[in-house]
Antibody, heavy 116, light 109 residues
Framework: EVQLVESGGGLVQPGGSLRLSCAAS????????MSWVRQAPGKGLEWVAN????????YYVDSVKGRFTISRDNAKNSLYLQMNSLRAEDTAVYYC?????????WGQGTLVTVSS | EIVMTQSPATLSVSPGERATLSCRAS??????LAWYQQKPGQAPRLLIY???TRATGIPARFSGSGSGTEFTLTISSLQSEDFAVYYC???????????FGQGTKVEIK
């Protein structure tokens, strides 16, 4: 059974940093692109970033470029999102999802709240 | 960035009726279009990919059509469990951002 489990969310002050993790199981992690998608409270879905199987290609939505870094460790079957210089508008539930396009598998999400 | 626009924002439908949701892309995405259903407190669920292919386990009352810039999700006979928010998403190869529409809420009339 495919499982994606996010962790690392929490309350952080504006300008702070947070690192999200996504533990994958039930499939060959190293064979798939992986992605992060977020959803602000009461709002729609926003694609954030994705990363190729070997980490050689990474893409980001404009609003997080230069502040967020997506990475992966195929030996640990894990996906990461390093978030720096956090802003109030980054407050959201962050989901990891399998693939680079249509997402058949999602985690349960982890809430990031940016507030003083 | 490809902008996805969904309409209407809210659709009021009675159980058993047909629901038709629209999604328009600002430039052609070929058939690289997915539809998702999301209920409160849950992660999205993939319904349709490739514009018209139902994902595993999705009932036949859900169907997708379109290509290029105009897409439609049809729910042929709404069941109680279908009242939710629906999102379209393009996943064209380039540009690399995989943008979502703003969502259509299907509510009970």
């Amino acid at each position: 059974e495919v499982q994606l489990v996010e962790s690392g969310g929490g309350l952080v002050q504006p300008g702070g940093s947070l690192r999200l993790s996504c533990a994958a199981s039930g499939f060959t992690f190293s064979s798939y692109w992986m992605s992060w998608v977020r959803q602000a409270p009461g709002k729609g879905l926003e694609w954030v970033a994705n990363i190729k199987q070997d980490g050689s290609e990474k893409y980001y939505v404009d609003s997080v470029k230069g502040r967020f870094t997506i990475s992966r460790d195929n030996a640990k079957n894990s996906l990461y999102l390093q978030m720096n210089s956090l802003r109030a508008e980054d407050t959201a539930v962050y989901y990891c999802a399998r693939g680079s396009g249509s997402y058949g598998y999602w985690g349960q999400g982890t809430l990031v709240t940016v507030s003083s | 960035e490809i902008v996805m626009t969904q309409s209407p924002a809210t659709l009021s439908v009675s159980p058993g009726e047909r629901a038709t949701l629209s999604c328009r892309a600002s430039q052609s995405v070929s058939s690289n279009l997915a539809w998702y259903q999301q209920k409160p407190g849950q992660a999205p669920r993939l319904l349709i990919y490739g514009a018209s292919t139902r994902a595993t386990g999705i009932p036949a009352r859900f169907s997708g059509s379109g290509s290029g810039t105009e897409f439609t999700l049809t729910i042929s006979s709404l069941q109680s469990e279908d009242f939710a928010v629906y999102y379209c998403q393009q996943y064209n190869n380039w540009p690399p951002e995989k943008t979502f529409g703003q969502g259509t809420k299907v509510e009970i009339k």
